[in-house]
C-alpha cells in the first residue's frame, strides 16, 4: 500500500506522485517537510472483501481513544467518493456503529494530544 496519484505529494513538490508507503517519509525529508511529531503505535492493514471495504487497525496510547479502527472505501471521483460515503454510512447503521465514529483523522487526534489548546 501507499499513495497512488497523489495530490498532496504534488502540491508539496513531488515530481512523483505514486509512492510506495516505505518511501513516503524519505520523500517528504528529501522535499525539506520534517517530522514533526511520530505516531507511536501499532497500524494493522486489511481489506475486507466480503463487505468491499478496507480497514486499518490502530493502537497508540496517547490519543483519547487508544484503540481505533479505521473503516474506508476509495472513489477516483468526487461523484463516486458521495456513492462511497453513503455506503459507509449504510455499514455505520447496519452494524449499530453510529454513536462510536470518531470523525477526526488519527493525524488530527495526535496534534490534538500532542498540542493541547489553552
Not at 27 to 53: C, I, N, T
Not at 86 to 92: I, Y
Not at 109 to 118: D, G, I, N, T, V
Request: proline share 5%; charged share 35%; net charge positive.
Amino acid at each position: 500500500m501507499g499513495f497512488t496519484d497523489s495530490r498532496i505529494l504534488e502540491k508539496l513538490g513531488s515530481q512523483n506522485r505514486t509512492l510506495p508507503r516505505n518511501k513516503i517519509s524519505a520523500e517528504l525529508k528529501k522535499l525539506g517537510h520534517q517530522r514533526f511529531m511520530s505516531w507511536r503505535g501499532a497500524d494493522f492493514f486489511g481489506d475486507y472483501k466480503p463487505l468491499d471495504v478496507s480497514m486499518k487497525l490502530m493502537t497508540c496510547r496517547t490519543l483519547r481513544w487508544p484503540v481505533l479502527v479505521e473503516i474506508e472505501k476509495s472513489a477516483k471521483s468526487k461523484k463516486e467518493a458521495l456513492v462511497r460515503e453513503n455506503e459507509l454510512r449504510s455499514f455505520c447503521d447496519r452494524f449499530g456503529l453510529n454513536d462510536r465514529l470518531v470523525r477526526e483523522e488519527p493525524p488530527t487526534l495526535l496534534y490534538e494530544a500532542r498540542f493541547p489548546q489553552k
